[in-house]
Nanobody
Framework: QLQASGGGLVQPGGSLRLSCVAS????????VGWFRQAPGKEREFVAA????????YYADSVEGRFTISRENAKNTAYLQMNSLKPEDTAVYYC????????????????WGQGTLVTVSS
């Protein structure tokens, strides 16, 4: 199971850190990805981190503003989001995959319940 948290209301230019805690299974065997889904839109890739944490992948829209990381000892992955924009508003989901650098929803096997991020003044 995956539990995402850390969402909330933030002003443009602000920051948030999302967490994704895993229970069951061997967390370090999986790639972790963050996706987001805005109202009326499809779920889209945001970032992914490899098993070791050394490989990271980002969507162009968040490159340079968001940072994905993980702590396998805590079965937790993070998404640090800086310089937030109104267009970042969405429900953010974490998922796990066995494919390095996976950016397609269909490559992810397990999903958390999502956490809402609202960027507004």
């Amino acid at each position: 199971q995956l539990q995402a948290s850390g969402g909330g209301l933030v002003q443009p230019g602000g920051s948030l850190r999302l967490s994704c805690v895993a229970s069951g299974g061997t967390f370090s065997n999986y790639v972790v990805g963050w996706f987001r889904q805005a109202p009326g839109k499809e779920r889209e890739f945001v970032a992914a981190v490899s098993w070791s944490g050394f490989g990271t992948y980002y969507a162009d829209s968040v490159e340079g503003r968001f940072t994905i990381s993980r702590e396998n000892a805590k079965n937790t992955a993070y998404l640090q989001m800086n310089s937030l924009k109104p267009e970042d508003t969405a429900v953010y989901y974490c998922g796990t995959s066995r494919v390095v650098g996976a950016q397609r929803v269909t490559l992810y096997d397990y999903w958390g319940q999502g956490t809402l991020v609202t960027v507004s003044s």
